[in-house]
């Protein structure tokens, strides 16, 4: 074969790839609107019943020179491609999302700034027991320059015989206490019945791990304009997570602050599986503050200052920890609580870290 001949062949091969090329294009747009019309209508956009067919037709057609199983390979290949553009355009139209957002959102809660670049922290006991425990709490928090309090008034635990919570008195002690401290409270509810009444008395709805997929509270606390604050479920995907956090945004509230607070894994040694890099990942993703709740991920006083300090080094927003004024007595999460000296070491030990607004 000459030369000539050879470059021929080459220029028909260059030819081929560009006709290729085009169609590859063309086939993605065509996935790429089959994708919208699945998410309109609620449909799931892989379907193995499907895929199955159009390779089975491809193999029926086959005439060579490509074995069978080579023309698999090569189809579900673009098969997978066209997919990733699917869930590409998914992700790119989550209101959650850094694509449709670029800039940082920022949650208000009585003029404290959440997601401005500076950093911050929630305190309180897990439980509200009595009005004097959570007083004397906020009391250590002023001291430490904290605003944000948190306790809980309804209490999901994983048995129907463990302590529930004081419910809507709860509430009330976390208001009163509130208002004398001057502080901004954050409380979990858990129905989504519950919301109107709550926001009488908190400035924040904490929406638990075990309620992350309860798309009818998700949808009920996006309906009322107060700030969420959203725990990542137990074995959620960050996928799974943003998408919980769409269903609040989609009822119009985007005042929403994402927390990972540790995911369950076959490790015994810690409560949960504290997901570090859950934190720059939803950063990049979305453009929600997020803030590390250390307590609940590690379920153990010793590891909540250098897990803090790994939150805060690794850019988190804030740090969440669980703070009681003598826990051996707590009603729930004795093992995990920081008494007042645990808690102004904690503080002193993290001040240096913590990144302030000029």
């Known amino acids: 074969m000459s030369n000539a001949e050879l470059n021929a062949l080459r220029e028909r091969v260059d030819e081929i790839n560009l006709q290729m090329l085009k169609l590859i294009s063309e086939r993605g747009k065509l996935v790429q609107e089959i994708g919208k019309?699945?998410?309109?209508?609620?449909?799931?956009r892989y379907d193995p019943v499907r895929e199955r067919k159009m390779l089975n037709s491809i193999i029926e057609s086959n005439d060579g020179p490509f074995e069978d199983s080579t023309l698999q390979h090569i189809f579900k290949e673009i098969f997978k491609a066209g997919l990733e553009l699917q869930e590409d355009d998914h992700s790119k139209a989550l209101l959650v999302s850094r694509k449709k957002k670029p800039e940082d959102t920022i949650v208000?809660?009585?003029?404290?700034?959440?997601g401005d670049g500076s950093q911050t922290f929630i305190v309180g006991p897990c439980a509200v027991e009595s009005y004097e425990q959570v007083a004397a709490v906020a009391?250590?928090?002023?001291?430490?320059g904290i605003k944000l309090l948190r306790g809980g008034a309804f209490k999901p635990r994983t048995s129907p015989y463990d302590f529930q919570g004081l419910g809507l008195e709860g509430l009330k002690i976390l208001k009163r206490v509130a208002d004398e401290y001057d502080m901004a409270v954050i409380s979990e509810i858990v129905n989504p019945a519950h919301i109107e009444m709550a926001i009488e008395y908190i400035d924040v709805i904490q929406i638990g791990a075990r309620n992350m997929q309860n798309f009818e509270l998700l949808k009920a606390a996006g309906a009322v304009r107060k700030p969420v604050l959203l725990k990542?479920?137990?074995a959620a995907t960050l996928s799974e997570f943003m998408n919980a956090a769409e269903y609040i945004a989609s009822q119009g509230n985007d005042q929403i602050i994402l927390c990972e607070r540790g995911i369950?894994?076959?490790?015994?040694?810690?409560?949960?599986?504290?997901?570090?890099?859950?934190?720059?990942?939803?950063?990049?993703?979305?453009?929600?503050?997020?803030?590390?709740?250390?307590t609940h991920s590690t379920g153990r006083r010793d590891l909540l200052l250098p897990t803090a300090k790994a939150a805060l080094a690794i850019g988190a927003d804030g740090v969440m920890a669980e703070v009681h004024p003598d826990p051996a007595v707590a009603l729930s999460d004795s093992a995990q609580q920081m008494d007042f000296d645990q808690f102004d070491t904690f503080m002193k030990e993290l001040r240096p870290f913590v990144k302030v607004n000029a």
Request: proline content about 4%; aromatic content about 4%; cysteine-free.
């Open 264 to 294: 369950r894994t076959y490790e015994t040694a810690t409560r949960n599986t504290l997901d570090i890099s859950a934190v720059p990942i939803l950063k990049q993703e979305t453009h929600l503050p997020v803030f590390v709740d250390v």
């Open 139 to 144: 009391e250590e928090a002023k001291k430490q």
């Open 108 to 114: 208000d809660i009585k003029g404290i700034k959440i």
């Open 232 to 234: 990542r479920g137990l």
């Open 37 to 44: 019309a699945k998410d309109t209508g609620g449909i799931n």
